[in-house]
């Protein structure tokens, strides 16, 4: 009891030191020291109409590169920690009319767009994280409706990987042609798109870093999916 | 050319990438690819190392070709040339060592999550924006999660499960951190944020970088935070115990050394500081005196790493040139003995098929040069004269009293005369306690033990070259002036 009250007391006065700082940031209020040189050079550095997505790519590429690899890591943990020799799928009723109908005619939708997403990443909200989610969710529905459903192990994991190594790829490359690493060398150097701002073909090396991401992303988290539903046989180990 | 240093972290990560593809060529072929990149991955840091201490001047890789603060700078100085040299020659060791101590399956995973904690350590240590240290410190917790859970026993995952949620937390409270300091000056990059410092309100700033070494604490196994590290380093898989023990909470130090120091500008600054000096002295003293109680070997020097790491952030938060070099001296001493102490642990572990302190009875007779290892080890950590951790004691006590901290003289010496108990009753165990068959020594391992034997008694008779390289690296992360000029800020100001 007295440990509780000592723990409440302690929360508030943290709580109270914490709001007190917090009321001394000008959250909203014209400080955006880098953000506002974003917003005025976003177009002729990046050619990108979504300034959101050309922070995220091009200024912040290197988080960006960070992020997708947290996600990686996740999903290889989760398949490190559950891997057995021999694991199936254990479910023991097929979904409804519903599902299994639903989950057929909207399949090639779902995936459509997903792509759709993460190619027009650089003209519209969106990206390749949230694409390859949708992916992902066309394969959960899969999983859901039918109970022999499995994807194929040996082509996603080498297709996450490749992905994975596309984009290292990409980045070298712009070591090579410009000098630094993630370059957007397809802007910069060779310039291509230039007239184009706004449509599909513009904005560099986006829309192949965010296809890059839309695909590692689909993949790792079909394979967590995948590893989470499946059980090892005969129960337990 | 010196862009080129961008490999450092585009490597392990093209390896990463690689393996899940290389495990459909060929599944054998996945451990000596590991080995092949951490020998690479050596090759370029000894040459950055290089680099930078001929040249005497930072190398500065911009991501994308942008100029910070509008894009991420890596500022790879004298202590992360060093440092960075540091955790690829430990990667490259343990990946030899992993060959014998990991048996479990599946390996290709284990290959690719070790290559990311290499990564994710390099990244922290490297990085010179606050919220790309967020993303690296997240690549090196959630892959040492998983490898913490590797050997998938109950205890494991228990050990595993702790870390989770405490480094979750720790995350949390780091972001928040970043977010104040953000929000009241527009900026993240370091460099930058330094060069504003004196602009941030006051309680804006203790709060933020309160939050921030908070957040730090976690992986930095300082006191309040750090009840996942014992379970972590007894259950984790050998190498991953000695990588943590030599790189992954020197990293997370020298990232909080790093965001104290670029703040110094702020108003109430010393309150952080003693705050971090409290934190360390108990860390110490909690430390070392659970340390005394253990039947565990590979628990005691879980403990005795916490002690050490204790010292380190005591020293950097002393406020003064003399005492960051000293901590300086001190993680790179303790990284090179304590890979040395849990390499060698691991692989008596291996052999004799646990670390209980029964087992090392008779080790002496059974598996000499272990034992001689082992011994070096432990008499170098108490601080015996003529082995390195001698001299970075030696300097941490000179740095105390010049900052006027004479009871630290006190904290240092008690500490090491506990570390004289326990480490005096393993060594009597293992030479003068039971008898046994011997054991034939892996002459590739005793090869690797003797190189870093040999490594602590150089530097404990010639300090003098390495404490010049290491007041380099500490004068890297005291001196911020020097920090701010050397980062090509472009003229963004408010």
Do not use: C
């Amino acid at each position: 009891m007295v440990k509780r009250i000592f723990a409440i007391v302690f929360i508030l006065i943290i709580g109270f030191w914490m709001a007190k700082a917090l009321d001394q940031v000008p959250f909203g209020q014209d400080r955006m020291l880098v953000g506002k040189y974003y917003l005025e050079h976003v177009k002729e550095e990046t050619g990108a109409v979504n300034a959101v997505t050309a922070v995220v790519v091009n200024y912040r590429g290197f988080d960006t590169l960070g992020e997708v690899t947290v996600l990686f890591i996740a999903s290889t943990g989760v398949a490190a920690l559950l891997w057995r020799k021999k694991r199936k799928r254990t479910a023991k009723t097929e979904g409804s009319v519903v599902l299994t109908t639903g989950a057929r005619l909207l399949l090639p939708f779902i995936m459509l767009f997903g792509v759709y997403i993460f190619i027009h990443g650089h003209l519209t909200p969106g990206g390749g994280f949230p694409g390859g989610a949708t992916i992902a969710t066309a394969f959960l529905f899969l999983y859901l409706a039918f109970t022999v459903y499995e994807v194929d192990h040996k082509i996603f994991e080498p297709l996450e990987g490749l992905a994975g190594v596309g984009y290292v790829t990409v980045g070298l490359i712009g070591l090579a042609i410009g000098g630094y690493f993630l370059f957007d060398w397809i802007w910069q150097t060779w310039g291509i798109g230039k007239e184009n701002i706004g449509r599909l073909l513009s904005a560099g090396f986006i829309p192949i870093i965010y296809t890059l991401i839309g695909i590692k992303v689909g993949t790792e988290l079909t394979g967590i999916v995948d590893n989470m539903i499946k059980e090892p046989e005969e129960g337990g180990q | 050319m010196s862009q080129y240093a961008s490999l450092l972290i585009a490597l392990p990560l093209f390896g990463a990438f690689f393996i899940p593809i290389l495990k459909r060529i060929s599944k054998s072929a996945v451990m000596p690819f590991l080995v092949l990149v951490t020998l690479i991955q050596t090759g370029i840091a000894a040459w950055v190392f290089n680099e930078v201490y001929i040249t005497g001047k930072p190398i500065i890789i911009m991501a994308g070709g942008f100029r910070p603060p509008i894009g991420i700078n890596l500022y790879i100085g004298h202590f992360a040339a060093l440092f960075v040299l540091v955790i690829a020659v430990t990667s490259l060791l343990m990946t030899i060592f992993s060959f014998k101590a990991v048996s479990v399956e599946p390996k290709d995973k284990y290959a690719m999550l070790f290559l990311l904690l290499m990564l994710g350590a390099t990244g922290m240590i490297s990085t010179g924006d606050i919220f790309n240290l967020f993303v690296f410190m997240e690549i090196t917790a959630i892959s040492a999660y998983a490898l913490i859970a590797y050997n998938k026993t109950g205890e494991a995952s228990e050990a595993a499960l702790k870390y989770i949620v405490l480094g979750g937390i720790g995350s949390s409270f780091f972001l928040v951190g970043v977010a104040l300091i953000y929000g009241s000056l527009g900026t993240l990059n370091m460099a930058h944020i330094a060069q504003l410092a004196h602009l941030v309100n006051p309680t804006v700033a203790k709060a933020g970088l309160a939050l921030l070494i908070f957040g730090l604490a976690v992986e930095a196994e300082q006191f309040p935070l750090n009840a996942w590290a014992p379970d972590a380093y007894q259950e984790a898989p050998h190498p991953v115990t000695a990588m943590f023990s030599a790189f992954v909470v020197k990293a997370s130090l020298y990232a909080m050394g790093r965001v104290i120091y670029i703040l110094s500008a702020v108003e109430g600054w010393s309150s952080i500081l003693r705050l971090l000096i409290i934190l360390g002295t108990l860390t110490v003293i909690i430390g070392e005196m659970s340390a005394l109680r253990q039947n565990n070997v590979k628990r005691m020097f879980a403990y005795s790493s916490i002690a050490q790491v204790g010292l380190i952030a005591v020293g950097l938060a002393l406020g003064t040139e003399s005492g960051v070099s000293a901590s300086v001296f001190h993680m790179f001493n303790h990284a090179i003995v304590k890979a040395l102490m849990f390499l060698a642990v691991g692989y008596v572990a291996v052999e004799l098929g646990g670390t209980e302190i029964n087992k090392f009875e008779g080790l002496g007779k059974r598996m000499p040069v272990t034992a001689f290892a082992i011994t070096v080890g432990a008499i170098s950590i108490i601080g015996i004269p003529l082995f390195n951790i001698f001299w970075s004691k030696m300097q941490l006590i000179l740095a105390a009293l010049n900052a006027q901290y004479t009871w630290m003289v006190a904290l240092i010496l008690g500490a090491s005369l506990v570390e004289a108990t326990y480490y005096i009753r393993l060594i009597h165990t293992i030479w003068f306690k039971g008898e046994g068959e011997k054991v034939k020594e892996s002459s590739v391992l005793a090869l690797v033990m003797l190189l870093l034997v040999a490594l602590i008694i150089v530097i404990g008779i010639y300090p003098e070259p390495f404490w010049n390289v290491m007041q380099k690296a500490g004068s890297d992360i005291f001196n911020v002036a020097q920090y701010i000029k050397n980062v090509p800020l472009m003229g963004v100001s408010p």
